[in-house]
């Protein structure tokens, strides 16, 4: 595997349940994302982690949860969510924080119920 | 307060056409100018990026233009080609802080044979 790989790819969730996305980088960076992005908004940054240290909080709500065991996995998880979290997530890493080049995963699209 | 704004949100070009895609800004701190592009089922890629110390950058067909007095930058697509065919997103971030790129809502070029 190479590059940002996401799973699942597609995920239906009810209001109630509790799931998790997973994100896992294979290009050896430091730093990862969580990216929010729905039909017709700008990409929306969620979760920024720096040497698995969280740098960033967009006044994102607590039914997310990010984790960051090590520099080459991050994890979204979710809880309670609205139907208005339906999205598709995108996960990316880079080198570091200033300016690099992002890579991003494929996604995982999110629909709640 | 959106920080990026982009347009137009859909573009239909003739195949060996220019395709023109244009974004603002209001953040004069704003020093990195990437552009990005997704493909359906795909996260987005860096296309080409510039830096405010000049007026141009180019690589292959596609071509950034950045006018620092006006806050204005733009992508031009040389020679499009149906393969071209997907999302656009300007983007913009500034030198101090986390790696927070702002991202325009994104441009749906459809490039006809």
């Known amino acids: 595997e190479t590059g940002v790989t996401q799973t699942p790819r597609h995920l239906v969730m009810g209001m109630t349940n509790k799931k998790s996305l997973k994100c896992e980088q294979h290009?050896?960076?430091?730093?990862m994302y969580w990216y929010k992005q729905s039909a017709k908004k700008p990409l929306e940054l969620m979760f920024v982690?720096?040497?698995?240290?969280?740098?960033e909080n967009n006044s994102v709500p607590s039914r997310f949860s990010p984790e960051c065991p090590n520099s080459s996995h991050l994890f979204l998880h979710l809880h309670t969510l609205q139907p208005e979290d339906s999205a598709l997530y995108l996960c990316a890493s880079s080198q570091g924080v200033r300016q690099e080049t992002q890579y991003f995963g494929p996604g995982t699209r999110l629909l709640v119920l | 307060q959106q920080q990026v704004k982009q347009s137009p949100q859909s573009l239909i070009v003739q195949k060996g056409g220019i395709s023109i895609i244009n974004c603002a800004y209001e953040?004069?701190?704003?020093?990195?100018f990437p552009w990005y592009q997704q493909f359906p089922g795909k996260g987005p890629a860096l296309l080409i990026a510039i830096r405010p110390d000049v007026s141009e950058k180019k690589e292959g067909r596609f071509t950034i233009s950045f006018n620092k007095s006006a806050k204005q930058f733009s992508l031009h697509i040389m020679d499009s080609q149906p393969g071209d065919s997907a999302t656009y997103f300007c983007?913009?971030?500034?030198?101090?802080?986390?790696?927070?790129?702002?991202f325009g809502t994104g441009t749906r070029l459809t490039v006809i044979p």
């Open positions: 290009l050896g960076h430091n730093a």
């Open positions: 953040n004069t701190a704003f020093d990195y």
């Open positions: 982690y720096n040497f698995k240290e969280q740098t």
């Open positions: 983007a913009a971030s500034m030198g101090s802080g986390a790696n927070n790129l702002f």
